[in-house]
């Protein structure tokens, strides 16, 4: 019986592998143009918000514009 035990672990990785591969290679459905076009238009507008303002590590401290060329002390 520990025989058909130590049998079946090959068996099963041969099943999942081919369960994975059929997965993998499945046909994938058409790229929708218009949703396409509305992700783009989403990402366009996040890009175009501003940045939030620079944060400190302690209030105390000037704040840092790596633009400027300014470095933490």
């Given at each position: 019986?520990?025989?058909?035990?130590?049998?079946?672990?090959?068996?099963?990785?041969?099943?999942?592998?081919i369960l994975?591969?059929?997965?993998?290679?499945r046909d994938?459905?058409?790229?929708?143009?218009?949703?396409?076009?509305?992700?783009?238009?989403?990402?366009?507008?996040?890009?175009?918000?501003?940045?939030?303002?620079?944060?400190?590590?302690?209030?105390?401290?000037?704040?840092?514009?790596?633009?400027q060329g300014?470095?933490?002390?």
């Amino acid at each position: 019986m520990e025989v058909l035990r130590w049998l079946l672990i090959p068996l099963a990785a041969t099943l999942l592998g081919i369960l994975w591969v059929t997965w993998r290679s499945r046909d994938r459905k058409p790229a929708d143009a218009q949703q396409g076009m509305d992700d783009m238009a989403r990402f366009r507008q996040a890009m175009e918000k501003p940045l939030p303002p620079l944060h400190r590590r302690n209030p105390l401290e000037e704040p840092v514009d790596p633009a400027q060329g300014g470095t933490r002390p």
